[in-house]
């Protein structure tokens, strides 16, 4: 009977063990998480800003192709 019990004593500490390892691991991939999240967040950020830079510079580029179009045209009826 006390084989059986110190058996079982051992079994809930080896259980205890695992819980505990177990928990501290599921903190650790949530931490991870939130820092994946933020930078997603991040990257999502900069992804806004460079689509607003890129607006910028496809207008300017139709200005400029504009003014190129009207010195030729200058050009050409000299």
Known sequence: MDERLDRIERMVEDLIRIV???NAMVAD??????DVKQEVSDIKASFKRMEGATALVEKR????NAEIGQLREKVAVK
């Open 20 to 22: 505990g390892n177990t």
């Open 29 to 34: 991939v949530k931490q991870e998480v939130s």
């Open 61 to 64: 580029l139709d200005w400029q």
